[in-house]
Protein backbone atom coordinates (compact mmCIF):
# COMPACT_ATOMS: atom_id res chain seq x y z
CA UNK A 1 0.00 0.00 0.00
CA UNK A 2 1.02 3.66 -0.86
CA UNK A 3 1.90 5.54 1.49
CA UNK A 4 -0.15 8.33 2.69
CA UNK A 5 0.94 11.51 1.82
CA UNK A 6 -0.32 14.72 4.31
CA UNK A 7 -2.41 16.03 1.61
CA UNK A 8 -3.77 12.82 1.19
CA UNK A 9 -4.67 13.16 5.15
CA UNK A 10 -6.15 16.49 5.07
CA UNK A 11 -8.54 15.65 1.84
CA UNK A 12 -9.68 12.38 4.55
CA UNK A 13 -10.43 14.95 6.88
CA UNK A 14 -12.48 17.70 4.13
CA UNK A 15 -14.01 14.96 2.57
CA UNK A 16 -15.26 13.59 5.86
CA UNK A 17 -16.01 16.71 7.39
CA UNK A 18 -17.97 17.83 4.45
CA UNK A 19 -19.77 15.16 4.88
CA UNK A 20 -20.69 14.60 8.50
CA UNK A 21 -21.68 18.60 7.61
CA UNK A 22 -24.17 17.18 4.48
CA UNK A 23 -26.09 14.90 6.76
CA UNK A 24 -27.42 17.63 8.80
CA UNK A 25 -27.68 20.67 6.44
CA UNK A 26 -30.68 22.22 7.22
CA UNK A 27 -31.55 20.46 10.13
CA UNK A 28 -33.05 21.21 13.26
CA UNK A 29 -31.35 19.40 16.52
CA UNK A 30 -34.17 18.13 17.44
CA UNK A 31 -34.36 15.87 13.91
CA UNK A 32 -30.79 15.05 14.54
CA UNK A 33 -30.99 13.75 18.00
CA UNK A 34 -34.45 11.35 17.18
CA UNK A 35 -32.80 9.93 13.87
CA UNK A 36 -30.27 7.07 15.24
CA UNK A 37 -28.73 6.24 11.38
CA UNK A 38 -27.69 10.35 11.04
CA UNK A 39 -26.20 10.13 14.21
CA UNK A 40 -23.72 7.11 13.56
CA UNK A 41 -23.17 8.61 10.15
CA UNK A 42 -22.03 11.88 11.25
CA UNK A 43 -19.97 10.13 14.14
CA UNK A 44 -18.18 7.63 11.99
CA UNK A 45 -17.02 10.34 10.01
CA UNK A 46 -15.59 12.55 12.80
CA UNK A 47 -14.04 9.01 14.07
CA UNK A 48 -12.14 9.32 10.24
CA UNK A 49 -11.31 12.70 11.25
CA UNK A 50 -9.86 11.82 13.93
CA UNK A 51 -7.58 9.03 12.77
CA UNK A 52 -6.41 11.51 9.72
CA UNK A 53 -5.59 13.80 12.74
CA UNK A 54 -4.15 11.21 14.43
CA UNK A 55 -1.66 9.86 11.44
CA UNK A 56 -1.09 13.40 10.26
CA UNK A 57 0.48 14.40 13.37
CA UNK A 58 2.64 11.28 13.69
CA UNK A 59 3.98 11.14 9.91
CA UNK A 60 3.86 14.59 9.39
CA UNK A 61 4.90 16.85 12.70
CA UNK A 62 6.13 19.85 10.70
CA UNK A 63 2.75 20.16 9.46
CA UNK A 64 1.19 20.38 12.66
CA UNK A 65 4.13 22.96 13.62
CA UNK A 66 3.85 24.83 10.45
CA UNK A 67 -0.24 25.21 11.06
CA UNK A 68 -1.19 25.41 15.21
CA UNK A 69 -4.46 26.94 14.83
CA UNK A 70 -6.09 23.71 13.13
CA UNK A 71 -7.33 21.90 16.10
CA UNK A 72 -5.47 18.75 14.87
CA UNK A 73 -5.52 17.80 19.23
CA UNK A 74 -8.80 18.38 19.24
CA UNK A 75 -9.64 16.65 16.14
CA UNK A 76 -7.75 13.52 18.01
CA UNK A 77 -9.55 13.93 21.22
CA UNK A 78 -12.79 13.85 19.91
CA UNK A 79 -12.02 10.49 18.06
CA UNK A 80 -10.78 8.91 21.05
CA UNK A 81 -13.78 9.99 23.19
CA UNK A 82 -15.99 8.28 20.98
CA UNK A 83 -14.05 5.23 20.35
CA UNK A 84 -13.17 4.19 24.05
CA UNK A 85 -16.36 5.88 25.09
CA UNK A 86 -19.07 4.89 22.68
CA UNK A 87 -22.28 4.79 25.36
CA UNK A 88 -21.03 7.56 26.55
CA UNK A 89 -21.37 9.97 23.54
CA UNK A 90 -22.98 13.22 24.48
CA UNK A 91 -25.28 14.56 21.47
CA UNK A 92 -25.05 17.51 22.41
CA UNK A 93 -21.39 17.86 21.63
CA UNK A 94 -21.78 15.64 18.20
CA UNK A 95 -24.41 18.68 17.06
CA UNK A 96 -22.34 21.72 18.49
CA UNK A 97 -19.27 19.84 16.28
CA UNK A 98 -21.23 19.32 12.73
CA UNK A 99 -22.83 22.74 13.08
CA UNK A 100 -19.93 24.68 14.34
CA UNK A 101 -16.72 23.19 14.52
CA UNK A 102 -16.53 21.24 11.55
CA UNK A 103 -17.84 24.11 9.29
CA UNK A 104 -14.73 26.49 10.52
CA UNK A 105 -12.62 23.71 10.17
CA UNK A 106 -13.20 22.84 6.57
CA UNK A 107 -12.49 26.78 6.13
CA UNK A 108 -9.35 26.37 8.01
CA UNK A 109 -8.02 23.16 6.01
CA UNK A 110 -9.22 24.55 1.95
CA UNK A 111 -7.56 27.74 2.83
CA UNK A 112 -3.78 25.83 3.46
CA UNK A 113 -5.10 23.16 1.07
CA UNK A 114 -3.02 23.52 -2.51
CA UNK A 115 -5.16 24.59 -5.20
CA UNK A 116 -3.11 21.76 -7.50
CA UNK A 117 -0.10 19.14 -7.01
CA UNK A 118 0.63 16.14 -4.39
CA UNK A 119 3.89 16.51 -3.52
CA UNK A 120 4.36 14.61 0.07
CA UNK A 121 4.26 17.52 2.65
CA UNK A 122 3.12 20.41 0.44
CA UNK A 123 0.33 22.27 2.10
CA UNK A 124 0.47 25.66 0.25
CA UNK A 125 1.35 27.50 -2.66
CA UNK A 126 4.44 29.26 -0.77
CA UNK A 127 6.30 25.89 0.02
Not at 20 to 42: H, I, L, M, P, S
Not at 67 to 90: D, T
Not at 100 to 119: C, F, H, K, S, V
Request: aromatic share 8%; with cysteine.
Amino acid sequence: MKPQSAIDYIDHILQAARLACEYVDGWEREQFFKDRRTQQAVILNLIVIGEAATRLMQEYPQIIERFPEVPWRSMKGMRNRIAHGYFEINLQIIWDTVRTALPALIGQLEALRPAQGNDGDHTGPDT
